[in-house]
C-alpha cells in the first residue's frame, strides 16, 4: 500500500518530510525530497515478523529478509543490533 493508504502498512502521515529532513542531515543525497518518496513509496511489507528482544537488550525479529534477525547469514553484528536498539529509541 503507497502513501496515504488505508492500512496498517500505509505510510503515516509526514512520513515523506521526516525522512527527507534525515536524508538531508545524514547524507549528500542530491535531491533528498525524491529519494525520501521512492523509498516510502509502494513498499510493501515482505511478510509478517515477530519482534522480540535478545538477551542482551536489542531487538530483534525473524523476518526472513531482516538484517536484524541473528538467523539470517547477512545478519548485523551483535554490537551494532544494540547501538541501532540505542538510536532507535531516543
Do not use: K
Not at 5 to 29: K, N, Q, W
Not at 35 to 55: I, N, R, S, Y
Request: aromatic share 4%; charged share 20%.
Amino acid at each position: 500500500m503507497g502513501i496515504g493508504g488505508g492500512s496498517d502498512a500505509a505510510v503515516p502521515a509526514g512520513a515523506i518530510e521526516r525522512l527527507t529532513a534525515a536524508l538531508r542531515a545524514c547524507t549528500a543525497v542530491e535531491e533528498p525530497e525524491r529519494l525520501a518518496a521512492a523509498l516510502l513509496e509502494d513498499q510493501g511489507q515482505c511478510g509478517p515478523v515477530c519482534w522480540t528482544t535478545a538477551e542482551s537488550g536489542h531487538q530483534v525479529n525473524d523476518g526472513g529478509y531482516s538484517y536484524r534477525n541473528p538467523a539470517n547469514r547477512f545478519a548485523l553484528p551483535t554490537d551494532l543490533l544494540a547501538r541501532m536498539t540505542a538510536a532507535l529509541a531516543l
